[in-house]
Every structure is written in C-alpha cells, then in structure tokens.
C-alpha cells in the first residue's frame, strides 16, 4: 500500500519525498571539505647515527597519525628538503664537506612516487661549494637554490624538463665576518628563500650578520649585484620567511635567539627593521640556540624552536604593523628540535627532534594559535628536515 503524506494542501508520494531528501543530503555532503585525506610527508636525516638517507610517513590530517612508509631514498646527508611548484620533484642538500673526490657537497634530485612514496633519482651534481645547509625552489619552479654553510656561498641550478639538475646558472661566494670569533671568521650562508614576486633571492648569512638581497633574473636564474641589511652583531641569521601578504620579512637569529621583522618594500627589495623579539622563555637562563621558523597560513601566527630550551615558542602577528606579540613556548617532547614543519590544512605542527630521535605531532588551535601534544610520536634517528606533500587525492577534496 502506498504512503502519502499532505504537504501545503497537495498529497505528495512519500517515497518520492524521500528520494528528493536523500539527493540533497548527499549534495550537501559532497560540497562539504572531505577531513582525513592522507598527505605523504618526507623527511631527511643525518646520516651519520643510523639513518640511511630520505624517509617517508602518510599523515591524517583528521587524526593526526603518522604511518611508516620506510626508507624512500638512500642518500648521504639529505639534511634540507624542498618540492618543485606541482609537487612531482623533491630536491635534497647533500651536507657532506666532499662529492666525487673534491670539497664540495651536493645537490640531489627525485621524481616523486605519490602512490607509494618512493622517490627515484634523477640526478646529482655538485654544489661547488661544501655542506649545503638549505635548499629551495624559485616560483616558477624552474630552478634550485642552496645556500653551502661552510664557506658562505649560494648556488643555482636549472631544473631540466624531466625534473632533474643543469649546471649552476650562477655561483656566488660572500665575503666578510662580524664579532663572534668562534663562529663568524668567516660568511656562513644559510638559508635563501625567493621574494613572492620571484625579483629577489634573500639569504640569510650567519657569519657576517646580513640579510643580502639580490636581484633574480628568472629567465637565466643569474643574480646580480646585492644590497643588504644589516643585523645586530652577534645575531647568527638562520632562516626567514615572507608573511602571507608579502607586507613583511620574519628572519630567526641563530646565536641570539631572537626574531627580527622586517618590513619589505617589493618594488626595490628592500627590509627595513621593525621589532626584535626573544624566543626564549623570560625565566629562560641556560645556554640555547634558535633554528626554525614558520608562518601559519592564516598569517595570524609565527613559530619559532629553540635548540637547549628545546621548545616552539607561539607568536601573533599583527597584519597591519607585522610586529608580534608572544603566546608561548611549548616544550617539543624531545631534544634538539631542529626542523617542523605545518600540514597543508594548517591544523598541525610536526617537530623534528634532532638529538634525541623523533618526530612528534602536536594539535595546532587556529583560533588561538596554541599548541598542544597530540600523543602521537615516532622514532627515526637524526631527523632534521620536514616537507609535506599533499596527494591528488586529498587536494582535490581541499
């Protein structure tokens, strides 16, 4: 016997009713983020205390769990990471003093596998200069940047059709010191990291307390002559980052462990210093060293760690002046935090604890910026680089 029910005065077919009711729930659905998508996450190690190169996880960005993948990529040294603009290359800085008999470390480049995880080299050259300490793409993902630690240079390398490494396009060395006599004798180049409009490579020089500025021509990937901001003496610059809007430039003092903001100017790349904040803990009174930092997407939020306190010190940003207000340091579960990295979604932090052998997750609150344990660690020796990358599944529900 067929139901009906009375709906405005008109009898309407209840099974038909239930028809239209279940298309719209599933429309509902379907426009609705699908939470929970697995994103591969890589990581590089030292390699000197077991590890044998770059290791690979598959991250729920709904649960917070990490599950092995395994080796991916037996590499020496593979201590900073960086993907191509599509995220079908990864790009490794070999930090080893020599490559083939000569002083020079290497650069090393892999088509990536995102269904199994597994990378497959493509090619490796030199970086004509020892222990690349930091690499990283232009905009247009046409060539590879690496700042080599050591004697204080930067290289850039052409990245052919099939995602493997050309010759440098340009090779510079820095020149100078500044007050520390243990660390700054000499230049000490690292990090480099490309303007949002891809006109200017800014590098981070520890030795001789500058930010250089140059020129990028991303038709030859040459760089041309630099202009530079100058840092407290004694400061150690690490790594920076550009805020989401381009306003601002957040750059981590290694030594002092302190962050200097910037305001940038794009029409000519210039910085022009704005504030200087500690990372530390005010009761803070042992010895620590700062080294990485990163933006929330929202641009709300900065995270630095420190290396001796052994915390991610929480910051908020003000949008309109770029300054930052302490939230606050949060201990890293471990020793030697020298890398994290945020998830795509922007709802978790990864730390990687170099001394002491894991990686943790920690739940990230984007409302307040906090952190907290998520109670998910893993043990992997000597992790020192985190790199997220989202699979085509999980960015086609994004």
């Known amino acids: 016997m067929t139901r009906h029910v009375r709906i405005e005065g008109k009898i309407v077919d209840a099974f038909y009713l239930l028809l239209i009711f279940l298309a719209i729930a599933s429309g509902i659905c379907a426009a609705q983020p699908v939470a929970g998508k697995e994103d591969l996450v890589y990581v590089g190690t030292y390699t000197d205390h077991g590890s044998k190169g770059i290791y690979s996880y598959r991250f729920d960005s709904k649960t917070g769990h990490l599950t092995e993948i395994g080796l991916v990529a037996e ?51 030199s970086s004509r200069s020892p222990g690349p300490a930091y690499i990283s793409v232009d905009r247009t993902g046409k060539y590879v940047l690496t700042a080599n630690y050591p004697l204080g240079s930067v290289t850039v390398f052409p990245i052919l059709d099939n995602g493997g490494l050309g010759d440098p396009s340009a ?44 020129p990028f021509d991303q038709s030859t990937g040459r760089l041309g002559e630099p202009h530079t901001a100058k840092i407290d003496p004694g400061s150690g610059p690490r790594h920076l980052r550009f805020s989401p809007n381009g306003k601002f430039v957040y750059l981590i003092n290694e030594m002092l462990s302190n962050v200097t903001v910037f305001s940038y100017d794009a029409a000519n790349g210039g910085l022009s ?51 930052l207000t302490p939230i606050e340091n949060v201990a890293t579960q471990g020793k030697t935090p020298r890398n994290f990295a945020l998830d795509p979604s922007g709802s978790w932090l990864l730390d990687a604890n170099q001394d002491s052998n894991n990686i943790v997750v920690f739940r990230l609150d984007q409302k307040t910026g906090r952190l907290k344990p998520a109670g998910e660690t893993v043990q992997l020796a000597s992790p020192v680089c985190i790199t997220f990358v989202e699979t085509i599944m999980a960015r086609k529900h994004k």
């Open 273 to 323: 210093k704005v504030q200087t904040i500690s990372t530390l803990p005010k009761d803070f009174a042992g010895k620590s060293s700062a080294a990485e930092i990163q933006i929330h997407p929202s641009g709300k939020f900065l995270y630095a760690s420190n290396r001796g306190d052994d915390s991610i010190a929480e910051f908020a940003i003000d949008e309109t002046k770029g300054t």
């Open 75 to 125: 590499t020496e040294n593979p201590t900073f990471l960086a993907l191509d603009t599509h995220q079908r290359f990864l790009y490794a800085a070999n930090e080893i003093p020599t490559y083939m008999g000569q002083p020079t470390g290497a650069v090393s480049a892999f088509a990536i596998d995102s269904g199994t995880g597994k990378l497959s080299l493509l090619n490796q050259l």
């Open 171 to 214: 090779f510079i060395q820095h020149k100078g010191s500044s007050v520390n006599a243990d660390r700054q004798t000499g230049p000490h180049a690292h990090a480099i990291e490309l303007s949002p409009d891809n006109r200017f490579a800014l590098v981070a020089d520890l030795g001789i307390d500058q930010v250089l500025v140059y």
